[in-house]
């Protein structure tokens, strides 16, 4: 989105200069600017990018789509969802693309053009279905009204096995550099990361491994290619032979742009999708880790040559807190640091909002969320996550089964919280909400009217302080502690274009 941000004012500055229409200043001012404030407007196009859900084949992932009614954007737009290749099958098709006697490589390229999920108006959302372990990656586009806040959210039922539970993500925009703190390569953990290419040529990446000392060594994760409009998952345990609890993945592109996200799976405890932290920084706050907690382990990273020393606090309903035994935490420059935090919620609702204790040190972090006890536990992972901004929507929600928290660390705010229509009917409702300085709260958050299958939530920042917030998903069976966790960032649906006032004198110049 910068790089969406700076092409805009680069073709308006150009605009300007073919033009003459544009003036900072005045004739005969002495130079101060006298333009306009930048407006926002809403993007254009959207690229998402979804992971392939699955290896196995008790996997049963839904689709939804959602796009909130966004003022000033285009009349018209559309979105569709296509199947990304595989790298196998890429591979395979190097020999030119030949067809064979039964249409060969033709009809498979039919396939993958042919939309897997293509949303209607914004302000409904759309699902779709699949099963089994052989479902592909996606690549989404959206355009016009379609595009300003796209979402789309992946979710997947496991009945059994490892990483069996829920397992959700939002799929994500391409970017070109990736943070996961949380992984793992101990014993019972079974962790790949999955990286997806939307464009016509093909990126290099760069995958490197962080533990408790330090980088891993390792050379199978350099140079990565993933093909045009493909997609690759690896095995973290391929990448270096060393078992380490917590881990900090690193992607960097060379090359391109990618969508990346780890799929943590456990044999015991379930699995989840490790989405990326939210960029280094000195202030991290980890919203929504759900109240029936009955584990929480944070892990952080620095990525820079200087340690890291924090405050650790917990946002409750009632204000903010340390927890007992954890008022700090140090990180060891480049070493990846595991905190076990216990049941920090008590009950309660809760984020952890961690800040500088000396000097501001930037850092990536996210924890490790076990829910249930025995046979019946669950994980999710929750990482640092940016406020939500002006507007953040999360889709895939369900009636009894959907917790939102949010968080006002530091300045009190008021929020709306709008319901969309379902996917097979109903009415939106809204709602707005006060959150008092220092706390979570998880809000009795609207429902559609009627409602018909699954709904997406849209919160918008009214007033106040940054909001951070979050969306908690439990399965369908109760004696079960199934759940996946979304976080839900500014959707970044608008961008800033400077404004251009008349000014024919500059043709005179």
Known sequence: MKRTTLSLIACATALAAVTGFAAVSAPGDSGTDTAAPAARLPVERTGLLCPAPSTSDLAETAYTSFTPVTQGADEKGTAALVTAESADATEDGKDGGESDEKGGKDEKDGEQDKPVLQPKAPGTPVAGKATGADTPALIGTAEGSSAPGWTVQQTTEVAAGTGRGLQGVNCTAPDTEFWFPGASTAAGRTDYVHLTNPDDSAAVVDIELYGKDGALKSTVGEGVTVPPHGSESLLLSTLSDVKQTDLTVHVGVRSGRLGAAVQALDDKTGGDWLTAAADPAGD????????DATAVRLVLFTPGGTDADLKVRLASPSGLITPAGHETVHVKAGMTTGVDLGEVTRGEAGSLVLTPADRSVPVVAAVRVVRGKGDEQESAFIPASDPVGARATVADNRAKSTTLALSAPGKAAKVKVTASAGTEGGTTATKTYTVKAGT????????????????????????????????TLTGSDDDVAAFTVQTLPDDRGTVSVPNADEDLSVLQK
């Open 284 to 291: 991290l706050v980890l919203p929504g880790i759900p109240k």
């Open 440 to 471: 979570t709260q998880n809000v009795d958050a609207p429902v559609p009217a009627g409602l018909k299958g699954s709904y997406a939530l849209t919160v918008e920042t009214v007033s106040g302080g940054p909001v951070h917030a979050s969306r």
